[in-house]
């Protein structure tokens, strides 16, 4: 998951130093707009990169935690349980699938809201008018959430069936809305807990070692200034042990929003419908 951040740092990196930061602190006008421009263009670049790449992750370490929790023994001889083939690839189409149909339900609530408003908010009070905003926030959130409760198991039941059908998906959730409503918000809760707590951790061991290495307190406000910060402090280099806690923490979260969906498309799909794995993967990497 560090490759999709650090790729597209390597790719603006070069523009974000050429920008002319004293003029910008001094908020005087730039003298050069070429700069701009290429980070400009930069920025885009990299941005459509690190899209492609997080979708591109995304797809293998879901189709792994998907994999294992159906079936561990079709995580067997990947690295991990990761690999590249058709499974990755439906995760993938899944995906987008889930977000394109939250996007679209999301289009229709704005204009139903929009239409809702210009129909009644004349004739509202205004503790009425705020009333009316919250009832439309709460029954679009929940609308949501039941779009959300009927599409979530898509990607994991591509994964179980090995085909492409979007109908298994909806279908195994019909008569479980309510369910995977509240399964999806535990889940909420639970990976906001976790994250809290463990970022609380580590951001004060990172504080202790900031402290113990005597970095001081002053922090560089531009990007040049952070290179010669790192460059004439090598101690900052043991600061990188916190990557191994946050990393782990990072897969935990990633473990705990995936893998009970998975668990309830093996739950609600009869073994018979869920094929065996092929004696040799040649289509995996």
Do not use: H, K
Not at 87 to 115: C, K, P, Q, S, T
């Amino acid at each position: 998951m560090l490759i999709p951040a650090l790729i597209p740092l390597l790719i603006v990196g070069p523009a974000l130093m050429d920008l002319p930061w004293a003029e910008l602190a001094a908020d005087s006008g730039p003298s050069d707009s070429a700069a701009f421009n290429d980070y400009i263009v930069r920025s885009n670049v990299a941005s459509l990169l690190s899209n492609a790449l997080q979708l591109l992750v995304g797809g293998m370490l879901g189709a792994a935690v998907y994999r294992l929790v159906l079936d561990p023994a079709r995580g067997r001889g990947r690295p991990f349980g990761l690999g590249l083939g058709m499974d990755e690839l439906r995760v993938v189409v899944g995906y987008i699938a889930l977000f394109v149909g939250v996007m679209v339900v999301m289009a229709a609530l704005i204009l139903i809201a929009v239409g809702v408003g210009l129909a009644f908010w004349p004739m509202l009070s205004e503790a009425g008018r705020v009333w009316a905003v919250f009832a439309l926030i709460f029954v679009s959130l929940i609308a949501l959430l039941v779009v959300y409760a009927r599409v979530c198991l898509i990607p994991p039941a591509f994964v179980a069936m090995g085909d492409f059908e979007f109908g298994a998906g909806w279908r195994l959730g019909a008569g479980q809305t309510g369910r995977l409503i509240l399964m999806t918000l535990v889940i909420w809760l639970l990976s906001i807990v976790i994250a809290l707590m463990a970022y609380a951790v580590l951001a004060a061991v990172g504080f202790g070692l900031w402290t113990a290495l005597g970095l001081g307190a002053a922090l560089p406000q531009s990007p040049a200034e952070m290179i010669d910060f790192v460059s004439s402090n090598p101690r900052l280099a043991w600061l990188g042990v916190l990557i191994l806690p946050l990393s782990w923490v990072y897969g935990l979260l990633g473990v705990v929003s995936m893998a009970p969906y998975a668990s309830a498309v093996r739950q609600l799909t009869p073994s018979a419908e869920i094929p065996e794995p092929a004696a040799s993967a040649t289509n995996e990497l």
